[in-house]
């Protein structure tokens, strides 16, 4: 079977489609998205989490664990 590097990020938002949920995720490509990101959360107080996503796959098997 063949094996296609996803994002998290496309993943969550697939599901919360699938399923009728709710997903407020955003995708951070570069600065200026990041400069987007804050003005447009400048005035709320909920906390986001940043994660780098690599799309490594098998990172045991590579040592990179």
């Given at each position: 079977?063949?094996?296609?590097?996803?994002?998290?990020?496309?993943?969550?938002?697939?599901?919360?489609?699938?399923?009728?949920?709710?997903?407020e995720?955003?995708?951070?490509?570069?600065?200026?998205?990041?400069?987007?990101?804050?003005?447009?959360n400048?005035?709320?107080?909920?906390?986001?989490?940043?994660?780098?996503?690599?799309?490594?796959?098998?990172?045991?098997?590579?040592?990179?664990?």
């Amino acid at each position: 079977m063949a094996q296609v590097a996803i994002r998290e990020y496309d993943a969550k938002k697939m599901f919360s489609e699938y399923s009728g949920s709710l997903y407020e995720g955003y995708l951070i490509e570069s600065e200026s998205d990041f400069e987007i990101f804050k003005e447009k959360n400048r005035n709320t107080e909920k906390k986001w989490v940043i994660k780098p996503d690599q799309l490594f796959g098998k990172r045991g098997k590579y040592g990179l664990v």
